[in-house]
DNA sequence: TTGTATGCGTTATCAA
DNA sequence: TTGATAACGCATACAA
């Protein structure tokens, strides 16, 4: 199959063609003034004709840019992400840039490697939702002293000086379990992620505000950790140790819909009725969530939006940087909403 | 914020850093046979306190090839498309690639805007799923007329010329509807996914073909068609199209799991027991389809290795063409399994 | 073993 | 209105 190499039509090629100099096929192709209009004319009827495209390599290296951005999350594979990253993509291309994905796997090596990964390519801007391992941000913040724009989004560090598009994770924690308590439920546990995660820690002081302005105290014995990067089996396997450790509580804030959905299935074996025995509120509100039984309450996270507001204001610093406009970070807080179902 | 631009240490910058000629830095960093131990060891340490890294857009120009592929997929935010990205991703990093992603959204005029654009932007190759509404390949033959190796996955066309990765999508319904049969159930509607993919014409012969191995008559009004690009509504309004016309219907081959879930979500509201009432079958075993009630029996499909395979065939396809070694095209068709749940 | 020179395909400055 | 020319940063054939 091996054949030989068709080289692309080059300006070369259409100056020859034409009898005229590169310079002037590459100005007539660029809205440049000073070019006939009958050398344009020709110029685009040529450039048809010999179906010429621009080496991107070539513009690249001349321009120093690479119309390309880059986007670090901890995996693709995963209903919340893969929206996310949907709506980078088409935000992106819908303003002439290509998205270079790859995933950290939950790794902060991974997430370091691959940072300079994007620089060497010389991305144009890169866009990052931490690792749960990440605690340290000085890669980080070298991208941004590199003069690359960043943009932080979903799971972010509140001291690095970037942009950053989230949601309100602690409201949103915070609503849920007011909702939980308004509606009668007084020992409520909480289902919570790793340690390190903003998000995480937000839905944790969430959850501990709103019991605390119900004059419900606060019970650490009552919080089980989900932190083994398999929301499922944690949700699991917690479910049976809660069982176990406090058979009187009477409903779970869980910091996922995935770990709620772990939770379903050890009430499930043991005959444990939701919401009647226990109540289970979940996040993010995966599809899901919608048709399990009984279908779980969770919070609205807009996935889609939030990656392609990330990559709006990536795409605004670039072309800022580019024009030498300087420009604040911006921090967007997306709004949530309660889904209110079955389980509670 | 708009700050000055730190221009990134070239090789020159080493050289006169060096005092040497740019030629003999380069070959330093290459293995050349022909460079002294010690200008060697020089410039190593010299590109480390420099922290040179070779611009990547002056190598593509001067390597003509881009060490990126490009991956047009219908869509990211998706159980199963999301699964095979992850392969793909996976497996182009490890051998230094880098992976530019675009969804066609089922349609095939983006699909075709898409390929010209990967092919503008000079991707070393292409990996694609075609969208529903795929029925000419001229976009994709001209790729490969191009001489870029496109490696075609999942929903592939039977008569365009290159390597595919499939599962066998007929094996896998026929044994299926097999399993039905020999459970007991006599008559097994199919809902079926749009006309033209292959993948979905596949599943329905497989499907006919095991009703007439088994002594049933194929009855096409048993069939109904899924193709509004909504697999859950599809599912969901064809079941009650179904329990109108064809009451005595005891089992439905489903053409993929969220389909299925329509129809659960259908029989739910109207009262309908699974299995009770009727059977269901999904297809593709997303992680849904096992938290259900009751868990839904399905298709075991190679999501994340269908993505890697594909991306190490088509790293081979180009690693050939580079060198100048013919290759013959490939068919890989991955297993899968039944899996049995309670639906059934 | 090292260096010189050329070209990859563009863009952009300046002169004609 | 056009064109000659110099970069952009690197790789490589060839000369020294």
Redesign the interface.
């Known amino acids: 199959?091996?054949?030989?190499?068709?080289k692309p039509t080059t300006l070369k090629d259409i100056a020859t063609e034409l009898n005229i100099s590169i310079a002037t096929v590459s100005k007539s192709l660029k809205s440049y003034s000073d070019v006939s209009r009958s050398t344009r004319a020709a110029v685009v009827k040529m450039v048809k004709k010999m179906n010429y495209?621009?080496?991107?390599?070539?513009v690249?290296?001349r321009t120093?840019q690479?119309k390309?951005i880059g986007v670090i999350i901890p995996?693709?594979?995963?209903?919340f992400f893969?929206?996310v990253?949907?709506g980078i993509?088409?935000e992106a291309?819908k303003n002439g840039y290509?998205?270079?994905?790859?995933?950290s796997n939950e790794q902060v090596d991974s997430e370091k490697r691959q940072i300079l990964?994007l620089?060497?390519?010389?991305v144009d801007g890169i866009l990052i939702s931490l690792s749960n391992e990440t605690y340290k941000f000085k890669h980080i913040e070298e991208v941004i002293q590199?003069?690359i724009p960043v943009v932080l989004f979903d799971k972010i560090s509140k001291i690095v000086n970037c942009s950053k598009v989230t949601i309100n994770d602690c409201q949103a924690a915070y609503d849920a379990v007011t909702y939980l308590i308004k509606k009668g439920y007084k020992k409520i546990a909480h289902f919570r992620g790793s340690l390190k995660p903003q998000n995480s820690i937000d839905r944790f002081v969430g959850y501990k505000k709103a019991l605390v302005d119900n004059g419900i105290s606060f019970d650490p014995l009552l919080v089980y950790l989900c932190d083994n990067n398999d929301d499922?089996n944690d949700g699991f396997q917690n479910a049976r140790k809660l069982l176990d450790e406090q058979p009187d509580v009477d409903a779970i804030f869980a910091i996922t819909d995935s770990v709620a959905?772990g939770i379903?299935?050890c009430f499930?074996e043991v005959g444990i009725k939701v919401p009647e025995d226990i109540a289970i509120f979940g996040f993010s509100n995966w599809?899901?969530s919608s048709?399990?039984?009984p279908s779980l309450s969770t919070i609205q996270q807009p996935?889609?939006e939030m990656g392609r507001k990330s990559c709006e204001i990536l795409l605004e610093e670039i072309k800022?940087?580019k024009n030498?406009?300087?420009?604040?970070?911006q921090q967007v807080v997306l709004p949530t909403s309660l889904v209110i179902r079955n389980s509670t």
């Open positions: 199959m091996g054949k030989f190499k068709i495209n621009p080496n991107v390599a070539a690249n290296l120093q690479s390309t995996t693709v594979a995963h209903q893969s929206e990253l949907s993509i088409e291309e290509l998205v270079i994905t790859l995933q990964l620089q060497h390519k010389r590199n003069n499922f959905v379903y299935n499930h599809f899901m048709v399990l039984t996935g889609f800022n940087l030498d406009i300087s420009y604040n970070f």
